[in-house]
């Protein structure tokens, strides 16, 4: 009778013992099948952008008048160490030239393959970068010897370039600039060109990057687009009105390439086989 009194109380003991462990089981398996919780989360904010602003109008003043040869089709201008670089367009008389200020003088050329019309020009990192118009392909070029480094390509048709210390920049003829690495010459960004006023501004030409800020030659106008690279408004508007007049050309001979001096803080424009290049002063309109 007492054997059979203590294997009751062990049956109870283990059976007590069996559903404690289940229930602890169970606990713990309800507990890992609820779904984590995440902290929340703050709604991404858009990146900040700037109002527009009315864009300045500005006139000119000139300063000097150097000569310019008149067989050169100005497509590239730009500036650096007292000398101009120029790219000249025209199938089978596309150049890449040196050219001394003062003379007009051709210090050094480059005759482009006759299948290329070129187009803009930069330099960056010593190296010289022109676009050709509808070939899809730019040439690079040793800074000195106008040795032929390497070729890139890109999709749209190639007019205008410059570059903002870390980016090229470059436009196709239409409202768009395109961003590309300096170093891959693929596409990293683009902006539409815009005036708050009237809207898209197409046919952006030759370019050159001058204190921050992006002067397009506007194809077929005598005036020149300043625009912020951050959000492609234009911010102001030059009025080169008359300047062609003074060379007395005809409207073939479009206004087309911008230079800047950044030491010496001097503004240089000219034509498509214009005799002359200016130098000129800007001057806000009231």
């Known amino acids: 009778m007492k054997n059979r009194h203590l294997a009751g109380i062990l049956i109870c003991t283990i059976v007590i013992v069996l559903s404690a462990v289940t229930l602890i089981l169970l606990s713990n398996s309800l507990v890992n099948t609820e779904p984590p919780t995440e902290p929340p989360t703050e709604p991404p904010t858009e990146p900040p952008t700037e109002p527009p602003t009315e864009p300045l109008h500005y006139t000119y003043n000139l300063v000097n008048i150097y000569p310019h040869d008149e067989t050169a089709f100005t497509q590239g201008l730009t500036f650096e160490d007292g000398v101009l670089y120029e790219s000249t367009g025209l199938y089978g008389q596309s150049t890449l030239r040196r050219v001394e200020l003062e003379t007009g003088n051709t210090l050094q050329n480059y005759a482009l393959p006759s299948q290329f019309f070129g187009e803009g020009i930069t330099i960056f990192d010593d190296k ?5 118009w509808k070939s899809n392909r730019g040439f690079v070029y040793e800074k000195n010897s106008f040795e032929l480094l390497q070729e890139f390509n890109y999709p749209t048709q190639g007019w205008g370039i410059t570059h903002d210390g870390s980016r090229l920049i ?18 990293v960004d683009q902006i539409a060109v815009y005036d708050p006023d ?23 106008e005598e005036i020149i687009a300043v625009i912020n690279p951050h959000t492609g408004q234009v911010t102001g508007w030059i009025d080169l009105e008359g300047i062609q007049d003074l060379e007395n050309r005809d409207t073939g001979g479009v206004l087309n390439g911008i230079a800047y001096d950044e030491e010496e803080d001097r503004l240089f424009v000219t034509g498509k086989s214009w005799s002359q290049l200016f130098e000129i002063d800007l001057i806000p309109v009231e």
């Open 128 to 132: 010289i970068i022109q676009l050709t």
């Open 170 to 187: 470059m436009s196709d003829g239409t409202a768009t600039l395109y961003f590309l690495d300096p170093e891959t010459f693929t596409q």
């Open 198 to 220: 009237t809207g898209p501004v197409a046919r952006l030409n030759e370019l050159e990057y001058i204190q921050g800020e992006v002067y397009a030659n506007i194809w077929k």
